[in-house]
């Protein structure tokens, strides 16, 4: 096996890799920003009282987990134009992708975790005369997001991996990156184990960040 | 201070109260008694809404619960509740649990709030806990800082749902001492115990429950050594 593959040779690919990277943490971190908002708006709508606000985030987030993303992906990219008439640059499109995936997946957390915050909390605070946004905001929210935190990391690390297939639609993400060199130079082995090790160094780092503050937040 | 007419309840089709009045008293000490399901709690929660009335009237302090005008967060600034369960927040300190709803409702400054909180912690016996988080109380500790948290809103009114039926019988006495020094000071309390002892001491009226109505009410004397009701008198032939 000696000598049949070139691994030093990686190090010249490094600035494409490194802007694949780029764009793989900058796809991840604002789609999942906004997949976060939009998990906790469409996750308080599945416990809202409110009919529509309930329908309308029961369909999206039913919707989201009943398809592939990768068929979201390429209909965002490609059937969603023909219908709105309006191009969007493939960068803007995976940010999307991810953003609204995630989100009703995150969604789902966002419920799960307020639905598990006692009820005899939400009486005690309503007793003692706040009002329900109140008893939301200082007793609910802030213990229903430590039982998040677990859950939504793992998201996040699903949602990470998930950039990988925005390729499809050119977003010049790792992936992307790593098949448009692998083509052109048949370093398949080295490109693609390269590439592997990249994800897997983001995945371990966030799941150390992750744990850091599971650890810091058990403290009291 | 409290007028309750023909209130009833329903959770779907079960009926829980059928025609409950009552009338309590400024300073008067209520205590409810009666077997389990016979709709104690319902009947206390019915009277800060939060469990809402299905038919009937009831005031509390001047309120009209059935109206749709009514501020029901403002009666609820008046009437002071204690749980079963505690229900403490557990992810603020003792003295957080205490100071979050003046600050928030009653418009307190921190310091003002603080300044309350350690008094009645005090008066709880409970001084050297104010930084501690809930859970490393024990349950008497957190029912007495829970009665603290509560009188933090300066009540006129204080309900209580088997404060002491959560405990560990050591426990109780503790927090049964508590709520006598408050009925000693003259506050309007409802309390739903199992607690006999405690009622024919402290109460000034006694109100027995039995399915959904008031079987029978009177003076701790008249009701526990002359019940005119059997079903009274099976109750506590049972409990006594
Ligand atoms: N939220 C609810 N939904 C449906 N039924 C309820 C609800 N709360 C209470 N009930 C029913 O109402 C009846 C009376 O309950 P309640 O809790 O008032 O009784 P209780 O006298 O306090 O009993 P216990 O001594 O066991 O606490 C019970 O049959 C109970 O199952
Ligand atoms: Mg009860």
Not at chain 1, 90 to 106: D, K, L, P, Q
Not at chain 2, 21 to 47: A, W
Not at chain 2, 181 to 201: I, K, P
Request: proline fraction near 3%; charged fraction near 20%; hydrophobic fraction near 45%.
């Amino acid at each position: 096996m000696e000598g049949r593959f070139n691994w030093a040779g990686v190090i010249d690919f490094l600035p494409e890799l490194g802007t694949g990277l780029y764009y793989t943490l900058l796809i991840s971190i604002i789609g999942l920003i906004i997949g976060f908002i939009l998990g906790a708006i469409f996750g308080l709508g599945r416990i809202s009282k409110n009919k529509i606000f309930y329908g309308i985030s029961s369909i999206y987030i039913e919707v989201i987990r009943g398809t592939p993303v990768l068929v979201q992906a390429i209909w965002i990219f490609f059937a969603l134009p023909l219908i709105t008439g309006y191009n969007m640059a493939s960068v803007t499109a995976g940010i999307v992708v991810i953003a609204v995936n995630s989100g009703a997946y995150i969604a789902e957390i966002v419920r799960g975790a307020v639905q598990s915050i006692a009820k005899g909390q939400v009486e005690a605070g309503r007793s003692l005369g706040l009002t329900h946004n109140q008893t939301m905001r200082y007793i609910v929210w802030p213990q229903a997001f430590k039982r998040m935190i677990p859950p939504l990391g793992n998201q996040f690390i699903i949602s990470i991996k998930d950039t990988s297939l925005l390729s499809v639609i050119l977003v010049p993400e790792l992936m992307f990156q790593g098949r448009l060199i692998a083509s052109n130079y048949f370093n398949a082995v080295e490109i693609y184990t390269t590439v592997a090790v990249f994800y897997l160094i983001i995945t371990l780092t966030l799941s150390f960040i992750l744990r850091m503050i599971e650890k810091r937040l058990d403290v009291q | 201070m409290i007028k309750v007419e023909n209130l009833h309840k329903s959770f779907g089709e079960h009926e829980v109260l059928k025609g409950i009045d009552c009338e309590i008293h400024s300073s008067e000490v209520l205590c409810v008694i009666g077997p389990s399901g016979s709709g104690k709690s319902t009947f206390l929660r019915c009277l800060n809404m939060l469990e809402s009335i299905t038919s009937g009237q009831v005031t509390v302090d001047g309120f009209n619960l059935k109206d749709k005008k009514t501020n029901i967060n403002m009666v609820r600034t008046e009437v002071g509740m204690v749980f079963q369960q505690f229900n403490l927040f557990p992810h603020k300190t003792v003295i957080e649990n205490i100071m979050l709803a003046p600050m928030k409702v009653r418009k307190l400054s921190k310091n003002e709030a603080k300044e309350r909180g350690l008094k009645l912690l005090k008066k709880v016996g409970l001084s050297d806990k104010a930084d501690k988080y809930p859970s490393s109380l024990s349950g008497g500790q957190q029912q007495r800082v829970a009665i603290a948290r509560a009188l933090a809103m300066e009540p006129k009114l204080m309900l209580f749902d088997e404060p002491t039926s959560a405990l560990d019988p050591e426990l109780v006495g503790e927090v049964l001492e508590v709520m006598k020094q408050l009925a000693n000071e003259g506050m309007t309390m409802v309390v739903v115990t199992h607690e006999m002892g405690f009622a024919r001491e402290v109460a000034d009226r006694v109100l027995f429950m039995d399915e959904g109505i008031i079987m029978e009410e009177g003076s701790p004397d008249v009701i526990f050594s002359n019940p005119t009701s059997d079903r009274t008198k099976e109750f506590l032939d049972k409990v006594l």
